[in-house]
Structure formats: structure tokens, C-alpha cells
């Protein structure tokens, strides 16, 4: 059964604040919609921990450096909400541009320190605008429990930063990454690789799992960067934005893994801009 699509906060507070009343839980998976198998295992997830489930499907423009990647971004509502029918959710949350962000609108959330590593450093006030869709999202869905991937892992720790920050009674839960047959982390943006380069794109894991077996024999991330940099240049990646390894929480970046650690990389295949991590 297809769940109810709601399109404004006040219908879906309606709804929430008849779950809790009843003295049930609820469980939101903010998304942008394009849903893949990696998305439903959060919704998995969700359906298995809380009494009612929520998916938000939000394009959010705030999160988007460039207006040609927002404009270029899959929207497939019809086909997400089929594919949500058989987990039984309660509400799927399809906002609009002037639901989430109404004329005057000023406001902004900013986690300062997590964000100005990684993709923060290529993508200035990415995280901004991730930080305020998401505290929005999980005031508007008054959420118990909020279920990010870890493929995105930088974006949950600064998720679970805000959250503690701002004293959000709303559990963060991370899942594992979903990743198709050949490695490849799963994402929305694989849609918009060519035949080609999708199966070129299985190298990214690859060079993870690599270097992180010569970080497991002992030896630096330094010294193994370059060997895993050549390997995507000779898969088709024309530019490697970083590859570290990084504290699991606060993201410092270490030379090797002597506290729970993550190798983390984003890199350009074809015109596409993909990301992956594994933990070490």
C-alpha cells in the first residue's frame, strides 16, 4: 500500500502529535528522494526500532554548491513512493521549496570544526545547508529516532554534533553503507554515470580496501596515499579531493589507525562527484 504523500508541516504534525499522544515512537528517514536499496535499508531500519515511520524527500537547494548539479539532481517521486509500498511506512513528507523555506525566511544552523575537513573543504556551506534542512526536518517530524547512512559519514557526525548541540531529543542512528555487487557504494549519483564509467567506478572501493590493508600491516596513510591515488587515476578518476584517515568523531586526521579510525575519499569519475569510506 502506497503511504499518504503529505506536503505541509502543519498535516504532519497533525499526524506525529497523534502517534505520541497514543505513546508511540517515531522514526524519520530524511532523504532526497532517487531511493535506492541503500536508502530502504534505513527504512528497514526504521520500521524494525519505531511504531511509525516517516520519509522525507526533500531536494533541499542549500546543500547544492552548484545550480546545474540541484537542477540535474534525480527526481523520481512516483517511482520512490512505489518502492516505500511494500515497507508499509506512514507518511511520506514531499515538501516544497516554499514549505521549507518561506519568503523571508533567515535562518541558518552551523556546526563549526566537523565541517571544515573533507567535503566541507570543496564544498563551502555544503553542511550549512544540510545542518539547517535536517534540523528542520526532525523538529517538523518530531522524530524519536532519525536514520542517516554511513556512506555519508562526515554528514552524521555533524548531524549527531547538532543534535547534541541544540539538545534535539531525537536519537541519531547510523547504518551501514549499502554497496552493489561490485563494491561500489550505493548512491543516488551512480544514476548519472555512463555504462562505461559505472564500471569503472567499483575502483574507489577497491582503493580503500587496499590501502586499508597496508594501514592493518602497519603502515602510514602518507606513505600508501600515492599507490591508491595512481590506481584511480588509472580507473578513470581525473581528481581525488582527499583521501585520509580520520578519527572516527572529531575527524583529525591521523597517519594511522591507533583509535577507532575511517578511511574516508571523494574523488571525479566522468563528471561525477562520488564519495566512499570504510572503517579501519
Not at 533541499?60 to 552548484?66: I, R
Not at 523538529?139 to 529516532?145: G, I, K, R
Not at 536519537?171 to 569503472?200: F, K, W, Y
Request: charged content about 25%; aromatic content about 6%.
Amino acid at each position: 500500500m502506497i503511504a499518504p504523500i503529505v506536503r505541509s508541516v502543519a498535516e504532519l504534525r497533525a499526524m506525529t502529535t497523534a502517534w505520541h499522544r497514543a505513546g508511540e515512537t517515531v522514526g524519520a528517514v530524511p532523504t532526497m528522494g532517487a531511493l535506492h536499496d541503500g536508502h530502504l535499508s534505513l527504512v528497514a531500519a526504521a520500521k524494525e526500532r519505531c511504531d511509525r515511520v516517516i520519509v522525507t524527500i526533500f531536494v533541499n537547494p542549500k546543500q547544492f554548491n552548484s545550480p546545474e548539479d540541484y537542477e540535474n539532481y534525480p527526481r523520481t517521486e512516483h517511482d520512490d513512493a512505489a518502492k516505500l509500498a511494500r515497507f508499509a511506512v506512514d507518511a511520506i513528507f514531499v515538501p516544497d521549496g516554499d514549505e521549507m523555506y518561506p519568503q523571508g525566511f533567515a535562518t541558518g544552523v552551523s556546526v563549526s570544526g566537523l565541517t571544515d575537513v573533507l567535503c566541507g573543504a570543496y564544498r563551502p556551506g555544503h553542511f550549512d545547508g544540510v545542518a539547517t534542512v535536517v534540523t528542520k526536518l526532525l523538529l517538523q517530524t518530531s522524530a524519536d529516532q532519525a536514520f542517516f547512512g554511513e556512506k555519508d559519514w562526515q554528514q552524521v557526525q555533524v548531524v549527531r554534533r547538532l543534535v547534541a548541540d541544540l539538545n534535539i531529543p531525537c536519537q541519531i542512528v547510523g547504518c551501514p553503507t549499502i554497496r552493489e555487487i561490485d563494491g561500489l557504494a550505493m548512491s543516488s549519483r551512480n544514476l548519472l554515470l555512463s555504462d562505461m564509467a559505472r564500471g569503472r567506478a567499483a575502483a574507489l572501493n577497491e582503493a580503500l580496501e587496499e590501502m586499508a590493508e597496508g594501514l592493518r600491516a602497519g603502515l602510514a596513510a602518507s606513505d600508501l596515499r600515492p599507490k591508491a591515488e595512481a590506481r584511480l587515476a588509472s580507473a578513470g578518476f581525473t581528481k581525488v579531493e582527499y583521501l585520509d584517515l580520520r578519527a572516527n568523531e572529531d575527524l583529525s586526521q591521523l597517519e594511522r589507525p591507533d583509535k577507532p579510525a575511517r578511511l574516508l575519499v571523494a574523488a571525479w569519475l566522468a563528471g561525477v562527484r562520488l564519495i566512499d569510506n570504510i572503517g579501519v
